[in-house]
């Protein structure tokens, strides 16, 4: 209830599952028009994606003006008479603002039909695949997770595999991976750093495309409302290619070496190889710190690696600093996921040196270096 107080834009509306079944299955298990008629402001901002909603989801159907009046006209009622017990505003401003409410909402749902059918009429809609439909293809019984925070979350995945998620992006995995293949499905950006098993594959499906590794590190951003989706290479080999639910695809594999990239344009389902991502401007100023900085330590003290580590995950690291403040370690930690790197590094300690990791809090107990 607290969270949608904090909507400010149509989009933040359109994204809320509780608000979708409101509108376009009249379901109202959390009195969404009762929180509406509260505000004029709320109320606009809910009409204009109310509109939108209903133009995405019946792009076909011709509304007229004076069908939009009738119908904006039963809502700004409801507002009027809950103002009118309020007596919070006089009549001449409920007139104006009135007159405001009802053009105002009539012409953005004109705007929102002509852009819907402008995209309907430009864009292959068989070609678009969502997050949605590749989760309901799967009955492995997968587990989501959603980062809803202003920062990136590490996932650690029942193989050892990693997972730096970043806001507003989603993942959805099995608890347990089973078969002769591991599968997950990405909605968002996230950075993977994949266990390696030559004997079962990893498979991230994220929208139109399928990036398949054995172990390596990589990042994919696939955000359903960009024209594009993105992969990029840090260490190891990868191989990108259509979703066989995009119509017209040809199937095309691309294979992906360490510092390239490739970008999927939507538009014409076209693969755009970048074998230098130093000139791509746009991934040169997306690369983030894990994948910039070095992870190949020679004698460089314990304290320093965990800082590396720190910077690199957007975690928090609890360790006995005065036992381990002359402790140094020479070790390669390039190619190895998350949970890998610590065990590497509490067994190049010893001295019953164990970690525990606790969301994005990491905790190191140890007696001391070897």
Known sequence: MQKRNKYTQVEDFLSDESFQSWILSKIDNDDWEEWTLESRRRAKLVQDARALLLA????????????????????????????????????????????????????????????????????????????????????????????????AQIITLSDGSSVLLQPKSKLSYPKIFTGSERKVYLSGEGFFEISKNPNKPFFVYANEIITKVVGTSFRVKAYSDQPNVE?????????????????????????????????????????????????????????????????????????????????????????????????????????QPLMEKLKIICNSIGNNTTFEMIGNQIIIRSNGCN
Request: proline content about 3%; charged content about 25%.
């Open 231 to 335: 992969v990029l290479v840090r260490t190891g080999k990868v191989r990108v290619k259509s979703n066989s639910l995009v119509a017209k695809s040809d199937q095309e594999e691309v294979v992906l070496l360490p510092n390239q990239a490739l970008r999927f344009q939507r538009k014409d389902l076209s693969f755009n190889k970048i074998t230098n991502i130093t000139q791509d401007l746009v991934l040169t100023r997306s690369v983030g710190n894990i994948e910039q900085l070095s992870f190949e330590f020679t004698d460089i003290p314990v304290s320093q690696i965990f800082e590396t580590i720190e910077q690199a995950y957007l975690v928090n690291i609890d360790y006995p600093k005065n036992k381990l403040k002359d402790c140094h370690l020479t070790t390669s930690l390039s190619d």
């Open 56 to 151: 995405m989801k019946v792009p076909e159907q011709t509304i007229t003006q004076p069908e939009l009046y009738r119908a904006l006209q039963t809502t700004w009622t409801k507002i009027e008479e809950k103002e009118s017990k309020n007596n919070s505003i006089q009549g001449s401003k409920i007139k104006f603002l009135k007159k405001y409410f009802l053009s105002g909402i009539a012409a953005a749902l004109v705007v929102s039909l002509g852009s819907v059918w402008f995209y309907n009429n430009t864009t292959p809609h068989s070609t678009i695949v969502t997050y949605n439909e590749l989760i309901n293809k799967n009955n492995e019984g997968l587990v989501e997770q959603t980062n809803n925070s202003d920062k």
